[in-house]
């Protein structure tokens, strides 16, 4: 591979489009640009926003002399030789002899014995940075460097403050900062303005022209943070537009005034046996006056394991059925659909209430759904199947959805579109912090259950080292024959690894049924199994029939099997910390002390505080804040929505005090835009409906 120079690309009459693909840029064809491709760069405009990881100063030189091992320096020096030498294991390398006012010292470039020719000729000046090391003297393994010119503007890879970006296999940092260097100079002043000049303004932030070169190749660190924190902003303007903006079209005054306290929600309310916290009365009353306004309801309901959402929800159904209207309760598996029937239809049939489930695996789905568009099938719990065009109501009241993260914005208005303005309401086992929740759902109410019901004990959560890993598997034992149940969680079955994934869940199965575990009833669940199979194994669970449960995280949600007093997870590292404590949620939910012991040794710092943090907290609220400061929120339980995987720039765990701001603004366009259809802030609303339909 011959280097590339540092030399600016001559500017032509007519600058790239944004969307140009990658190979208009010189040195990338096609096997480039696929490799590019991973990055999830296709076209100029996404290398452009392809933002760095973080910056490198390299604009202080460091005379020989002074060079100290460890440190990472910058030198300027004057080729004295260099030629190339064969290594080891066939390896060529440049070696490189440099000298500057002060001293001499060597640097060997291992695997790029070409540089010796094709980069470093005797008597040219040269910048190298790196980290000092010492091999037969001072020296620098493999440094960036630069080639030096009459123009220091030229100046791409040291001697400057040089972007750092996150890469894979196939993109080295000088290729990308190279190409990104010529695309910002191909553009040559092409740049259109994407926010109106008054928001610049008032937030103090730079131009898109200046803010997009300072982003990659800033003249000071105070330049980077400007730029990055305009872009952060940006980002976060736009989500809160799409939020705002979906949540403005909804509320009109043509929902359902539902009726409260009818006759089928005081009968519901007479008939639990158990009584309400004050935390479910609070947020029950607050849910219920939502619905009698004839404004549509759009609610987030939000608690920590076995916090009692469920009851909560069902308080809010038997009030859109008093009106005579159909409630359609979805969630996003078979298991938890299942879960919800089983446990809400007996409290509902003694009231009169026909119930059902649809679900694409249901036997008698044809007519069911003739039923439903009859109006003769009152409340249907389902899956991805109420969603679905065949599916059609007489009179929908009330969509409930559990997991609200794991389905779209489309998905969930085919489900409203069924109805005429149904009332609305999300429910969230995953506590989401404040940031990521007005990010997510600031077009909806939110509504949170502070408060576990009585008698409910914290679950003790241990991490196990190998060396007692036997231990545990006899305690499970001793466990069983107490008559308490226990799960074994293997790690999620990852797309494109599922036959050797679920290869080693089953095998890990067979060897517990084989040894430590051989003389318990020991059950098998996992994804790939098909719906009778995990009907009958979690049946036999919930009915005692197993004494432990081997799961993959099928179980995350859903499953309710008091009598399940200990958790044991596999390879608990591999999780990210909200998961874990969602898992931690199956267990501990009866009056029984229960159990969560990690098996696996963390390879990272980070791993290492996430266990820490599980084995110490026990808020979910607390342990959701800790991931989205670990983890970042494009990675928080897997949230897939509006944009937020996108974020190139902003930080939800940093960005608080931007967030606020562009909450603001984007609260002022919108009523801008609905006093004066004229007002200059068309562009940002079209790109805000441009996110929601992406998701």
């Known amino acids: 591979m011959m280097p590339d120079t540092a030399q600016t690309p001559p500017k032509t009459d007519t600058a790239i489009p944004f969307d140009a693909p990658l190979t208009v840029l010189p040195g990338i064809g096609a096997k480039r640009a696929e490799n590019l491709a991973k990055l999830g760069l ?72 070409y540089l010796a020719q094709s980069a470093f000729q005797a008597g040219n000046r040269c910048l190298f940075s790196g980290v000092v090391q010492e091999y037969k003297g001072l020296t620098l393994n493999s440094p960036s460097y630069e080639l030096l010119s009459d123009d220091a503007e030229d100046r791409v890879h040291t001697g400057r403050i040089v972007p750092v970006y996150a890469l894979r296999e196939g993109v080295s940092q000088r290729l990308l900062r190279k190409w990104i260097y010529d695309a910002l100079a191909l553009l040559h002043g092409a740049l259109v303005e994407t926010l109106p000049e008054a928001l610049l303004i008032r937030r ?4 898109l022209a200046e803010a997009l070169p300072s982003a990659h190749f800033p003249e000071t660190p105070e330049a980077a943070r400007a730029a990055l924190a305009r872009f952060a902003y940006e980002e976060l303007l736009m989500l809160q537009l799409a939020v705002l903006a979906d949540r403005a079209a909804r ?25 309400l ?16 306004s004839p404004a549509p309801m759009a609610a987030l309901l939000q608690g920590d394991v076995g916090s009692g959402k469920t009851v909560v929800a069902l308080h809010c159904l038997a009030a859109a059925l008093d009106g005579g209207h159909q409630v359609a309760f979805m969630a996003p598996t078979e298991i938890l659909v299942e879960q919800h029937y089983r446990s809400l239809a007996p409290l509902l049939a003694p009231l009169g209430v026909r119930v059902a489930q649809l679900t694409g695996a249901i036997v008698g789905a044809k007519s069911i759904r003739k039923e439903l568009a009859r109006g003769d099938i009152q409340v249907v719990f389902g899956t991805h199947a109420l969603f679905q065009e065949s599916t059609s109501f007489k009179r929908l009241g009330l969509v409930i959805i559990d997991e609200q993260h794991r389905f779209g914005v489309l998905q969930r208005n085919a489900l409203l579109g069924k109805g005429m303005r149904p009332d609305l309401l999300h429910m969230s086992a995953t506590p989401i912090p404040r940031t990521l929740a007005l990010t997510l759902y600031g077009g909806m109410d939110v509504h949170i259950l502070d408060e576990l019901p009585p008698g409910r004990k914290p679950v003790k959560t241990r991490r196990i080292p190998d060396s007692k890993v036997t231990d545990l598997y006899r305690y499970l034992v001793t466990q069983a024959e107490a008559g308490r149940q226990s799960y074994i969680v293997c790690p999620l079955i990852e797309e494109g690894e599922e036959t050797r994934n679920l290869k080693a869940v089953v095998e890990h199965y067979e060897d517990l049924c084989a040894g430590p575990l051989a ?106 804040e800790a991931d989205l400061q670990l983890r970042g929120p494009g990675e928080f339980t897997g949230i897939r929505q509006a944009g937020l995987s996108d974020l190139r720039t902003a930080d939800l765990a940093r960005d608080a005090d931007l967030l606020d701001q562009a909450r603001i603004d984007a609260a002022e366009i919108l009523r801008q835009a609905t006093d004066d259809p004229d007002c200059p802030y068309a562009a940002l609303l079209e790109r805000a409906r441009r996110i929601l339909l992406a998701t």
């Open 42 to 113: 296709g076209t100029v405009g996404d290398l452009l926003f392809y933002f760095p990881r973080t910056h490198q100063d390299r604009r202080h030189i460091t005379p020989i002399a002074a060079l100290e091992p460890g440190e990472h320096a910058t030198i300027q020096g004057t080729i004295i030789s260099a030629h190339a030498r064969r290594m080891s294991r066939g390896l060529n390398a440049a070696q490189v002899k440099v000298e500057d006012e002060t001293g001499q010292m060597a640097l060997t470039f291992f695997g790029q014995g």
């Open 204 to 207: 103090k932030l730079p131009p």
């Open 251 to 275: 509320q009109v005054d043509h929902g359902i005034a539902h009726r409260i306290n009818g006759p089928i929600l005081r009968g519901l309310h007479d008939a639990l046996p158990f009584t």
């Open 277 to 292: 916290t004050d935390a479910q009365e609070r947020v029950i009353a607050g849910l219920l006056r939502d619905m009698a």
């Open 519 to 624: 003389s318990l009833r020991v059950g098998l669940l996992h994804g790939r199994m098909n719906s009778q199979e995990k009907d009958e194994v979690m049946a036999a669970f919930k009915a005692g029939a197993l004494d432990v449960l081997v799961a993959t995280t099928v179980i995350e949600v859903g499953v309710d099997v008091p009598n399940a007093t200990t958790l044991v997870i596999e390879n608990a590292p591999q999780f990210g910390l909200t998961q874990l404590h969602q898992l931690r949620g199956r267990v501990g939910r009866g009056d029984a002390q229960a159990y969560c012991f990690l098996l696996g040794k963390p390879s990272t710092p980070e791993g290492r505080e996430r266990l820490d943090t599980l084995c110490r907290e026990a808020d979910g609220f607390a342990i959701a």
